[in-house]
């Protein structure tokens, strides 16, 4: 007969069980990062696992006990963990929890509206190093999106681009590609 501490489990809820128990376990570890400026971070294994760089340092046993991203600065990185945290356990595509995906959509925008145009620009910078996909394609598609319906002129301004081109070359560019032009 079982002790008052163990219980009766069936072979389906035994692996139930494990899972669960593995899966608390995971997202119990934490892992320590160190931005270029020296600041460290310990964050969540769940968390770190959305950094690919991070997932092939770990596979290949090179996360030793501090990992190093030497191309992101701490403001920068802190920016980066709290997106993260926010998508550790986002809703797939499949899933049909719309209430959850609106308010992840909502807070996203959130996110990136409190951010200037330099900050997101290095954003992309920092997630590309990290191999973040999820966030690179929504800074970028941010980028894009403050972009559209711009005149040449002010996106040169935007990127802070000089203009290279004579009078003459800017007018054949413009008459060759006319439809482009909303003037």
Not at 77 to 92: G, W
Not at 113 to 140: H, M, Q, R, V
């Amino acid at each position: 007969m079982p002790s008052s501490s163990e219980e009766i489990v069936s072979a389906g809820e035994s692996s139930e069980i494990e899972e669960a128990v593995a899966s608390l376990t995971m997202s119990s570890n934490k892992i320590l990062l160190t931005s270029s400026d020296g600041e460290s971070f310990e964050i969540d294994e769940a968390v770190a696992r959305k950094f690919l760089i991070i997932v092939h340092m770990m596979e290949d046993n090179c996360a030793g006990e501090a990992i190093p991203l030497e191309n992101v600065t701490g403001d920068i990185l802190s920016k980066i963990i709290e997106y993260a945290k926010m998508h550790v356990n986002e809703p797939s595509e499949e899933d049909e929890d719309e209430e959850a995906k609106k308010n992840l959509d909502s807070w996203d925008a959130k996110f990136m509206e409190k951010l200037d145009l330099e900050t997101i620009f290095k954003i992309i910078l920092a997630a590309n190093y990290l191999n973040f996909e999820g966030l690179l394609g929504f800074a970028s598609q941010t980028v894009a999106d403050y972009i559209k319906d711009k005149t040449p002129e002010e996106v040169r301004e935007i990127f802070n681009i000089e203009n290279d081109f004579t009078p003459e070359e800017e007018e054949e560019i413009r008459k060759e590609n006319a439809w482009t032009f909303n003037e």
